[in-house]
């Protein structure tokens, strides 16, 4: 059970807007910058948001991140067939028995 | 183009020590500031984080592992290791290298394609 805790599926049809939340706590996501991987079926995971909102070169402007206190959510618009993966959120701070902590993940189906 | 790939024996006794390599190729571990990493992940599980060592060798690992685990980097060969010792079979995953990159967070920017290791006799 991680300290991040975030849906464990969600799902959408193609073109869609889809959400995944990440909730946390006031020593977690209200204090630290979150990054968000996504994972396709057999591969390891892709970095897809860091430090809350920026995308990596290369992703897609479809994917948007946002955060509010002790939640952060990651936004896929256009949903598209090849988005269905896992999502993991995970901040970092080394003030915690980890540096690293990751959402317990969500399975996005495209419908 | 920087590219991390895992090596390692897939099968380890219980009680051993599991002893896995990440050889990192398009950039130096002693340049810059990054976090090498290793995370694992069981079959059907989410993602852990195991420990991590700094270019400037300075290591630090997640707690529950901690008196298990060492991460060292091996300069000559441009490669990180990790070991993780008193294997049970809790310990069976794929386990993944990543580069850590620090920008007010670490995020993963770059990762190895994740080899799996079974802890069995």
């Known amino acids: 059970q991680s300290v991040l805790t975030q849906p464990p599926s969600a799902s959408g049809t193609p073109g869609q807007r889809v959400t995944i939340s990440c909730s946390g706590s006031?020593?977690?996501?209200?204090?630290?910058?979150v990054n968000w991987y996504q994972q396709l079926p057999g591969t390891a995971p892709k970095l897809l948001i860091y430090s809350d909102t920026h995308r990596p070169s290369g992703v897609p402007d479809r994917f948007s991140a946002s955060k509010s206190g002790t939640s952060a959510s990651l936004a896929i618009s256009g949903l598209r067939s090849e988005d269905e993966a896992e999502y993991y959120c995970a901040v970092w701070d080394d003030r915690l028995n980890v540096d690293v902590i990751f959402g317990g993940g969500t399975k996005l189906t495209v419908l | 183009q920087v590219q991390l790939q895992e090596s390692g024996p897939g099968l380890v006794t219980p009680s051993q020590t599991l002893s896995l390599t990440c050889t990192v190729s398009g950039d130096s571990i002693t340049s810059g500031t990054y976090y090498w990493s290793w995370v694992r992940q069981p079959a059907g599980k989410g993602l852990e984080w195991i420990g991590r060592?700094?270019?400037?060798?300075?290591?630090n690992y997640n707690a529950s592992l901690r008196g298990r685990v060492t991460i060292s980097l091996d300069t000559s060969g441009n490669q990180f290791s990790l070991k993780l010792s008193s294997v049970t079979a809790a310990d069976t995953a794929v386990y993944y290298c990543a580069r850590g990159v620090e920008m007010g967070t670490i995020y993963f920017d770059h990762w190895g394609q994740g080899t799996q290791v079974t802890v069995s006799s």
């Open positions: 060592v700094h270019s400037s060798w300075a290591t």
């Open positions: 006031s020593s977690t996501i209200a204090t630290n910058l």
